[in-house]
């Protein structure tokens, strides 16, 4: 285990935190950032339009995956994002700076989740019908047992847009989710959070070149 070299910059607080020119916010209103993922398992199609109508009371920023944005058969999801949600890129280059942003990260089954939670964001998941017939790992990416769907046990989920508002505002507590995530921030996301995986990585690939044992640093 060497960290993820990924967020290196992050805990160096090295990062540029320029959003795109596209996206606008209002610093009255607490910043949403939603990152869905692509295909069946995607709640775009089910979400884009409630999502829209809450950009009256947030600042609501949408983080296409590749995926919505490339594939074929994704073209009524990007379609719906385009109508609904009108602040929104999918700039890989900018995905720190939009998490600095932002106060919550709504996802759905997306790794996402843990990029979020590596961060220590107030992250929330969303849910739609028949989601969970979905999960028997032909029909999409994931089943029962994955990560993206373990994590429902602890991080809260809302269904409707009664619940989501619920999950926003200050009578939701906080405190006890992020309490039982800290122990998978360590064991899951990176057990350093030192900006140094990078050099630890590099070590480790040198030292296998080398035909060297292991210094030891990254067990």
């Not at 373990?150 to 906080?174: C, K």
């Not at 995530?181 to 959070?193: E, G, N």
């Amino acid at each position: 285990m060497v960290g993820n070299p990924r967020f290196d910059a992050w805990h160096n607080g090295t990062f540029a935190r320029t959003l795109p020119e596209n996206i606008q916010s209002d610093s009255r209103k607490p910043t949403v950032l939603y990152a869905p993922t692509f295909g069946a398992l995607s709640s775009l199609p089910h979400w884009a339009e409630k999502l829209g109508r809450l950009s009256g009371n947030v600042n609501l920023i949408c983080k296409l995956h590749h995926g919505t944005c490339s594939r074929p058969e994704e073209t009524a999801s990007l379609a719906l994002a385009r109508r609904h949600l009108k602040q929104r890129t999918d700039s890989a280059q900018h995905t720190l700076a939009l998490l600095a942003k932002a106060d919550y990260v709504l996802t759905d089954n997306s790794g996402f989740i843990f990029d979020a939670i590596h961060v220590d964001k107030r992250v929330i998941l969303l849910d739609f019908p028949g989601m969970n017939d979905l999960l028997d790992g032909e029909k999409s990416y994931s089943t029962a047992e994955s990560a993206d769907q373990r994590i429902r046990e602890i991080l809260p989920v809302a269904h409707n847009v009664a619940e989501l508002r619920y999950l926003l505002s200050e009578a939701f507590d906080w405190g006890a989710v992020q309490a039982r995530l800290t122990k998978i921030r360590h064991h899951y996301c990176d057990a350093f959070m030192d900006g140094k995986a990078g050099e630890r990585a590099a070590m480790v690939i040198v030292e296998a070149l080398a035909g060297k044992e292991s210094s030891g640093i990254c067990r």
